[in-house]
């Protein structure tokens, strides 16, 4: 049971982000019940690497209920309106507009139903020009600029997971639990939107401000900091590189004086605070680097745990799943076992798995029960 059983929530989804909101809702212990078209959310196409199902699916639909209707026949855009009736949340990220030419106007959904919960996901927001335009996860890293602070010196990158598809469902989790919360209080319910660009934006803010009101906005450097010395790729004697972070002169003096022995560097005048070294960013960590050079990975460890610095070995994703502090919680997935990351801040004690849905396993179950009310 999780404090949101008894909350009942219907989610015209798909993809990843509308999705993502959705699960948080899910493991929070809503009922959320899935509409899918008959040949399902394309995300169960994406791949087939988790017992024959997509990875991205997998991910995202534990613990939901999957019910298909055929919006295109006008009966069961009624059945979804009654079930949108009983509803405490509606969560969509359909096609802007998509929801009005099926007779489903928001505006008068929330007449009708004062107490509705309503959350709309879309590339960009309602009071913007671009709020008709499609929106996926890597053109809003493009559009919004992170791409551009994202990647080597030589060229742009792509972070390497959903982040704004991400981004946007906790906005709009959180969007949705406040919400409720104010409903709580006596309050009507609301009609809400969250966009990708407005997500991703919130995300770079730092990047903004420096760009918007410092001197330019933070060029790519990689696996390095923009605005903190030393703070990036180092390489130990036997070849594992590792991120060095020294965030205050605390921290650079430890580094100097008990991690790699170098007591000239604390008081060099290209070194006196964090803006100096940044500017002096080959000296240092060219300095850095060639004292690191002769040291093995474990003696940096003893060392650099002695001078109680920040430091992380640069690893592959294959290691992940068996670092000592990675956790897990099983979901089904057909007869399978899925152990998948557990969430942050929920409550992951013993309970029975979640299962993933197969396409429509409660189209059935669910209409009945709109038969019998």
């Known amino acids: 049971m999780g404090f949101l059983s008894g909350t009942s929530v219907v989610a015209i989804e798909q993809a990843v982000a509308a999705p993502a909101c959705t699960m948080r809702l899910a493991q929070a212990g809503a009922e959320v019940i899935k509409i899918e078209r008959p040949e399902g959310d ?186 903190i010395c030393p703070y990036g790729v180092f390489t130990a004697q036997c070849g594992q590189g590792f991120i060095l972070s020294v965030q205050n002169e605390r921290e650079w003096r430890q580094l100097c004086q008990i991690a790699i022995s170098r007591e000239d560097l604390a008081t060099d005048p290209r070194c006196q605070d964090n803006e100096t070294r940044v500017d002096n960013r080959a000296f240092v960590d060219a300095a850095v680097q060639e004292a690191i050079s002769q040291m093995p990975y474990s003696r940096v460890e003893e060392c650099f745990t002695r001078a109680d610095l920040a430091f992380a070995p640069v690893n592959a994703l294959g290691s992940l799943k068996s670092h000592a502090d990675f956790h897990t919680f099983d979901v089904t997935v057909g007869d399978a076992t899925i152990a998948l990351p557990r969430v942050p801040g929920v409550d992951n004690g013993p309970r029975s798995p979640a299962k993933v849905p197969e396409l429509g396993a409660h189209t059935n179950e669910v209409l009945n029960s709109l038969r019998n009310t």
């Open 42 to 227: 394309f995300a169960r196409g994406y791949d087939t690497a988790v017992a024959g199902q997509s990875s991205y699916f997998v991910w995202l639909n534990a613990g939901k209920k999957s019910v298909v209707l055929d919006l295109r026949q006008a009966e069961e855009v009624q059945t979804l309106r009654r079930l949108i009736a009983r509803s405490d949340v509606l969560v969509q990220n359909l096609k802007p507009g998509a929801l009005r030419k099926l007779g489903l106007d928001l505006t008068e959904l929330h007449e009708q139903f004062p107490a509705l919960i309503s959350m709309s996901i879309s590339g960009f927001a309602p009071d913007g020009p671009g709020h008709s335009r499609k929106a996926y996860d890597l053109l809003m890293q493009a559009e919004s600029g992170l791409s551009s602070i994202t990647g080597s010196p030589h060229a742009p990158g792509r972070v390497g997971v959903s982040l704004v598809d991400i981004a946007t469902g906790q906005f709009a989790y959180e969007a949705i639990l406040g919400a409720l919360i104010e409903r709580g209080n006596g309050g009507r319910g609301a009609e809400l939107s969250v966009s990708l660009f407005d997500a991703v934006a919130q995300w770079l803010a730092v990047p903004y401000l420096l760009d918007r009101y410092g001197s330019a906005a933070p060029s790519r450097i990689g696996l390095a900091h923009p605005g």
